[in-house]
């Protein structure tokens, strides 16, 4: 079946340092991928998705290639802020069943 | 509502009790699902409703579990016989569906003792 795999957390960085978070993904046909975020004390919201092969998702300086050749979509932020801070969580969609998977979320820490 | 509500926000209940989650989707949202999330966990997939057709229901951790969706809308999360082990935040999502942001709730917190 359809399955998201991360690295496993926590990731602990410095304000300003550049980050990634590995994501790869085993799915029949061609899944939506997105990236959840889940900051201290409040719900998951939607970070940026992707819909499409070699599609950039992008928002508040994340961003993130799907790449169908290697079945990744690796989260990056050039310089990252304190208030990254959060629990990140690779997600597919299975295209034509709807059905929304997780990976098991990534802890970000970011220490002034 | 605005957005996905969920009751109640907090379970405390003894070992063999049944417990019933509720979930109010987003109106319009024909996909709704549920998750769990224990303490340090990630989300474990529990099933998805299309309309009120349960698709997928392979991710019950057992048959004390059980949800249903009435009029496209409202979700039942039923417990029955809750054991320890079930002590997690319960979490329900809407969207309409396909590659389109789901929209969380807050969730509830069980805690069984």
């Known amino acids: 079946g359809n399955s998201v795999t991360q690295m496993e957390g926590p990731v602990t960085l410095s304000e300003e340092a550049f980050l990634t978070i590995n994501c790869t993904y085993t799915?029949?046909?061609?899944?939506?991928l997105f990236w959840y975020v889940q900051y201290p004390g409040e719900g998951l919201q939607l970070l940026l998705k992707a819909t499409k092969a070699d599609d950039k998702g992008s928002n508040k300086g994340f961003e993130a290639t799907y790449r169908k050749e290697t079945t990744s979509f690796h989260l990056e932020k050039g310089s990252v802020q304190v208030s990254d801070s959060a629990v990140y969580f690779c997600a597919l969609s299975d295209r034509g069943t709807d059905k929304l998977i997780f990976g098991t979320g990534t802890r970000l820490q970011v220490f002034p | 509502g605005a957005g996905v509500s969920q009751s109640p926000s907090n379970k405390v209940t003894e070992k063999g009790k049944d417990v019933e989650l509720r979930c109010d989707p987003i109106s319009g949202h024909t996909a709704l699902y549920w998750y769990r999330q224990s303490l340090g966990q990630g989300l474990e997939f529990l099933i998805y409703f299309q309309g009120n057709s349960a698709p997928d229901k392979s991710g019950l951790p057992s048959d004390r579990f059980s949800a249903e969706r009435t009029g496209g809308s409202v979700s039942t999360l039923t417990i029955q016989r809750t054991q320890q082990e079930d002590s997690a935040v319960y979490l329900c999502?809407?969207?309409?569906?396909?590659?389109?942001?789901?929209?969380f709730g807050q969730g509830t917190r069980l805690t069984v003792v």
């Open positions: 999502a809407s969207s309409t569906g396909g590659p389109t942001e789901a929209f």
């Open positions: 799915a029949t046909g061609y899944p939506s």
